[in-house]
């Protein structure tokens, strides 16, 4: 069983630019959702994704956007990247768009815009 | 708006000694509270997952509880290790929408020394 897998795993970019984090879901997973983690604090809620619809969304501006792909498998694209971008990213998968299961995490994608 | 506090913020303790490390949460309408453990710079490693039904759940030197009423859980670890050196955070789910997604508190940086 292979877990959630995060690509890149770390990345510099200038402000402005636009950015795409990459996520492959715990197998047999079928939810993904995306948490920002700047430094010292906690994760924040960006979105979810089942079945390849947005399924819930925190306080992120429109700027933040994904997709989820038939596999399960799901993106965070970023854009007109601001200073306040930098930070870890982290996704998680999950079986269902229930909470009774619990999340698997990946390692996180270090973003760092300057 | 849920809220998620974790006390200590940092905590050091030496190797051997058993520890308890608190989170309390505001709205008591959770569906289940789970704790992670993260190494620095990392992602979240799942420790314990508590359904809003039970009061605990144990793995190895782990024991968290959850007293949904009075809106807290505590991670108690037995016979601390330099290896359980890592900040740890608890996540809640919210019983009903919002895309099912965790509130996480900041976390207690925990040192074990030798």
């Known amino acids: 069983e292979t877990g959630v897998t995060q690509s890149p795993t770390h990345l510099i970019k200038t402000r402005g630019q636009q950015v795409t984090l990459r996520c492959s879901s715990q197998?047999?997973?079928?939810?993904v959702s995306w948490y920002q983690q700047a430094l010292g604090q906690g994760p924040q809620f960006i979105f979810q994704?089942?079945?390849?619809?947005?399924?819930g969304r925190g306080n992120f501006p429109p700027r933040f956007s994904g997709l989820q792909f038939p596999n399960y498998s799901s993106e965070l694209n970023v854009n007109a990247l601001e200073l306040d971008d930098s930070a870890l990213y982290l996704c998680?998968?999950?079986?269902?768009?229930?909470?009774?299961?619990?999340?698997?995490f990946g390692s996180g994608t270090r973003l760092t815009v300057v | 708006k849920q809220e998620v506090t974790q006390i200590p913020a940092a905590l050091s303790v030496p190797e051997g000694e058993n520890l308890v490390l608190n989170c309390s949460f505001t709205?008591?309408?959770?569906?289940?509270l789970q704790w992670f453990r993260q190494d620095p710079g990392k992602g979240l490693t799942s420790l314990l997952l508590?359904?809003?039904?039970?009061r605990e759940q144990t793995s190895g030197r782990l024991n968290a509880s959850l007293d949904k009423s009075s809106g807290r859980s505590t991670l108690y670890i037995a016979a601390s290790q330099p290896g359980d050196s890592a900040t740890y955070l608890c996540?809640?789910?919210?019983?009903?929408?919002?895309?099912?997604?965790?509130?996480f508190g900041t976390g207690t940086q925990l040192k074990v020394e030798l």
């Open positions: 197998s047999g997973h079928n939810t």
């Open positions: 994704y089942y079945r390849e619809e947005e399924n």
């Open positions: 709205d008591s309408a959770i569906y289940n």
């Open positions: 508590i359904q809003s039904s039970q």
């Open positions: 998680a998968s999950s079986l269902g768009s229930g909470t009774g299961n619990g999340y698997t």
């Open positions: 996540a809640v789910s919210p019983f009903t929408g919002g895309g099912n997604k965790l509130t």
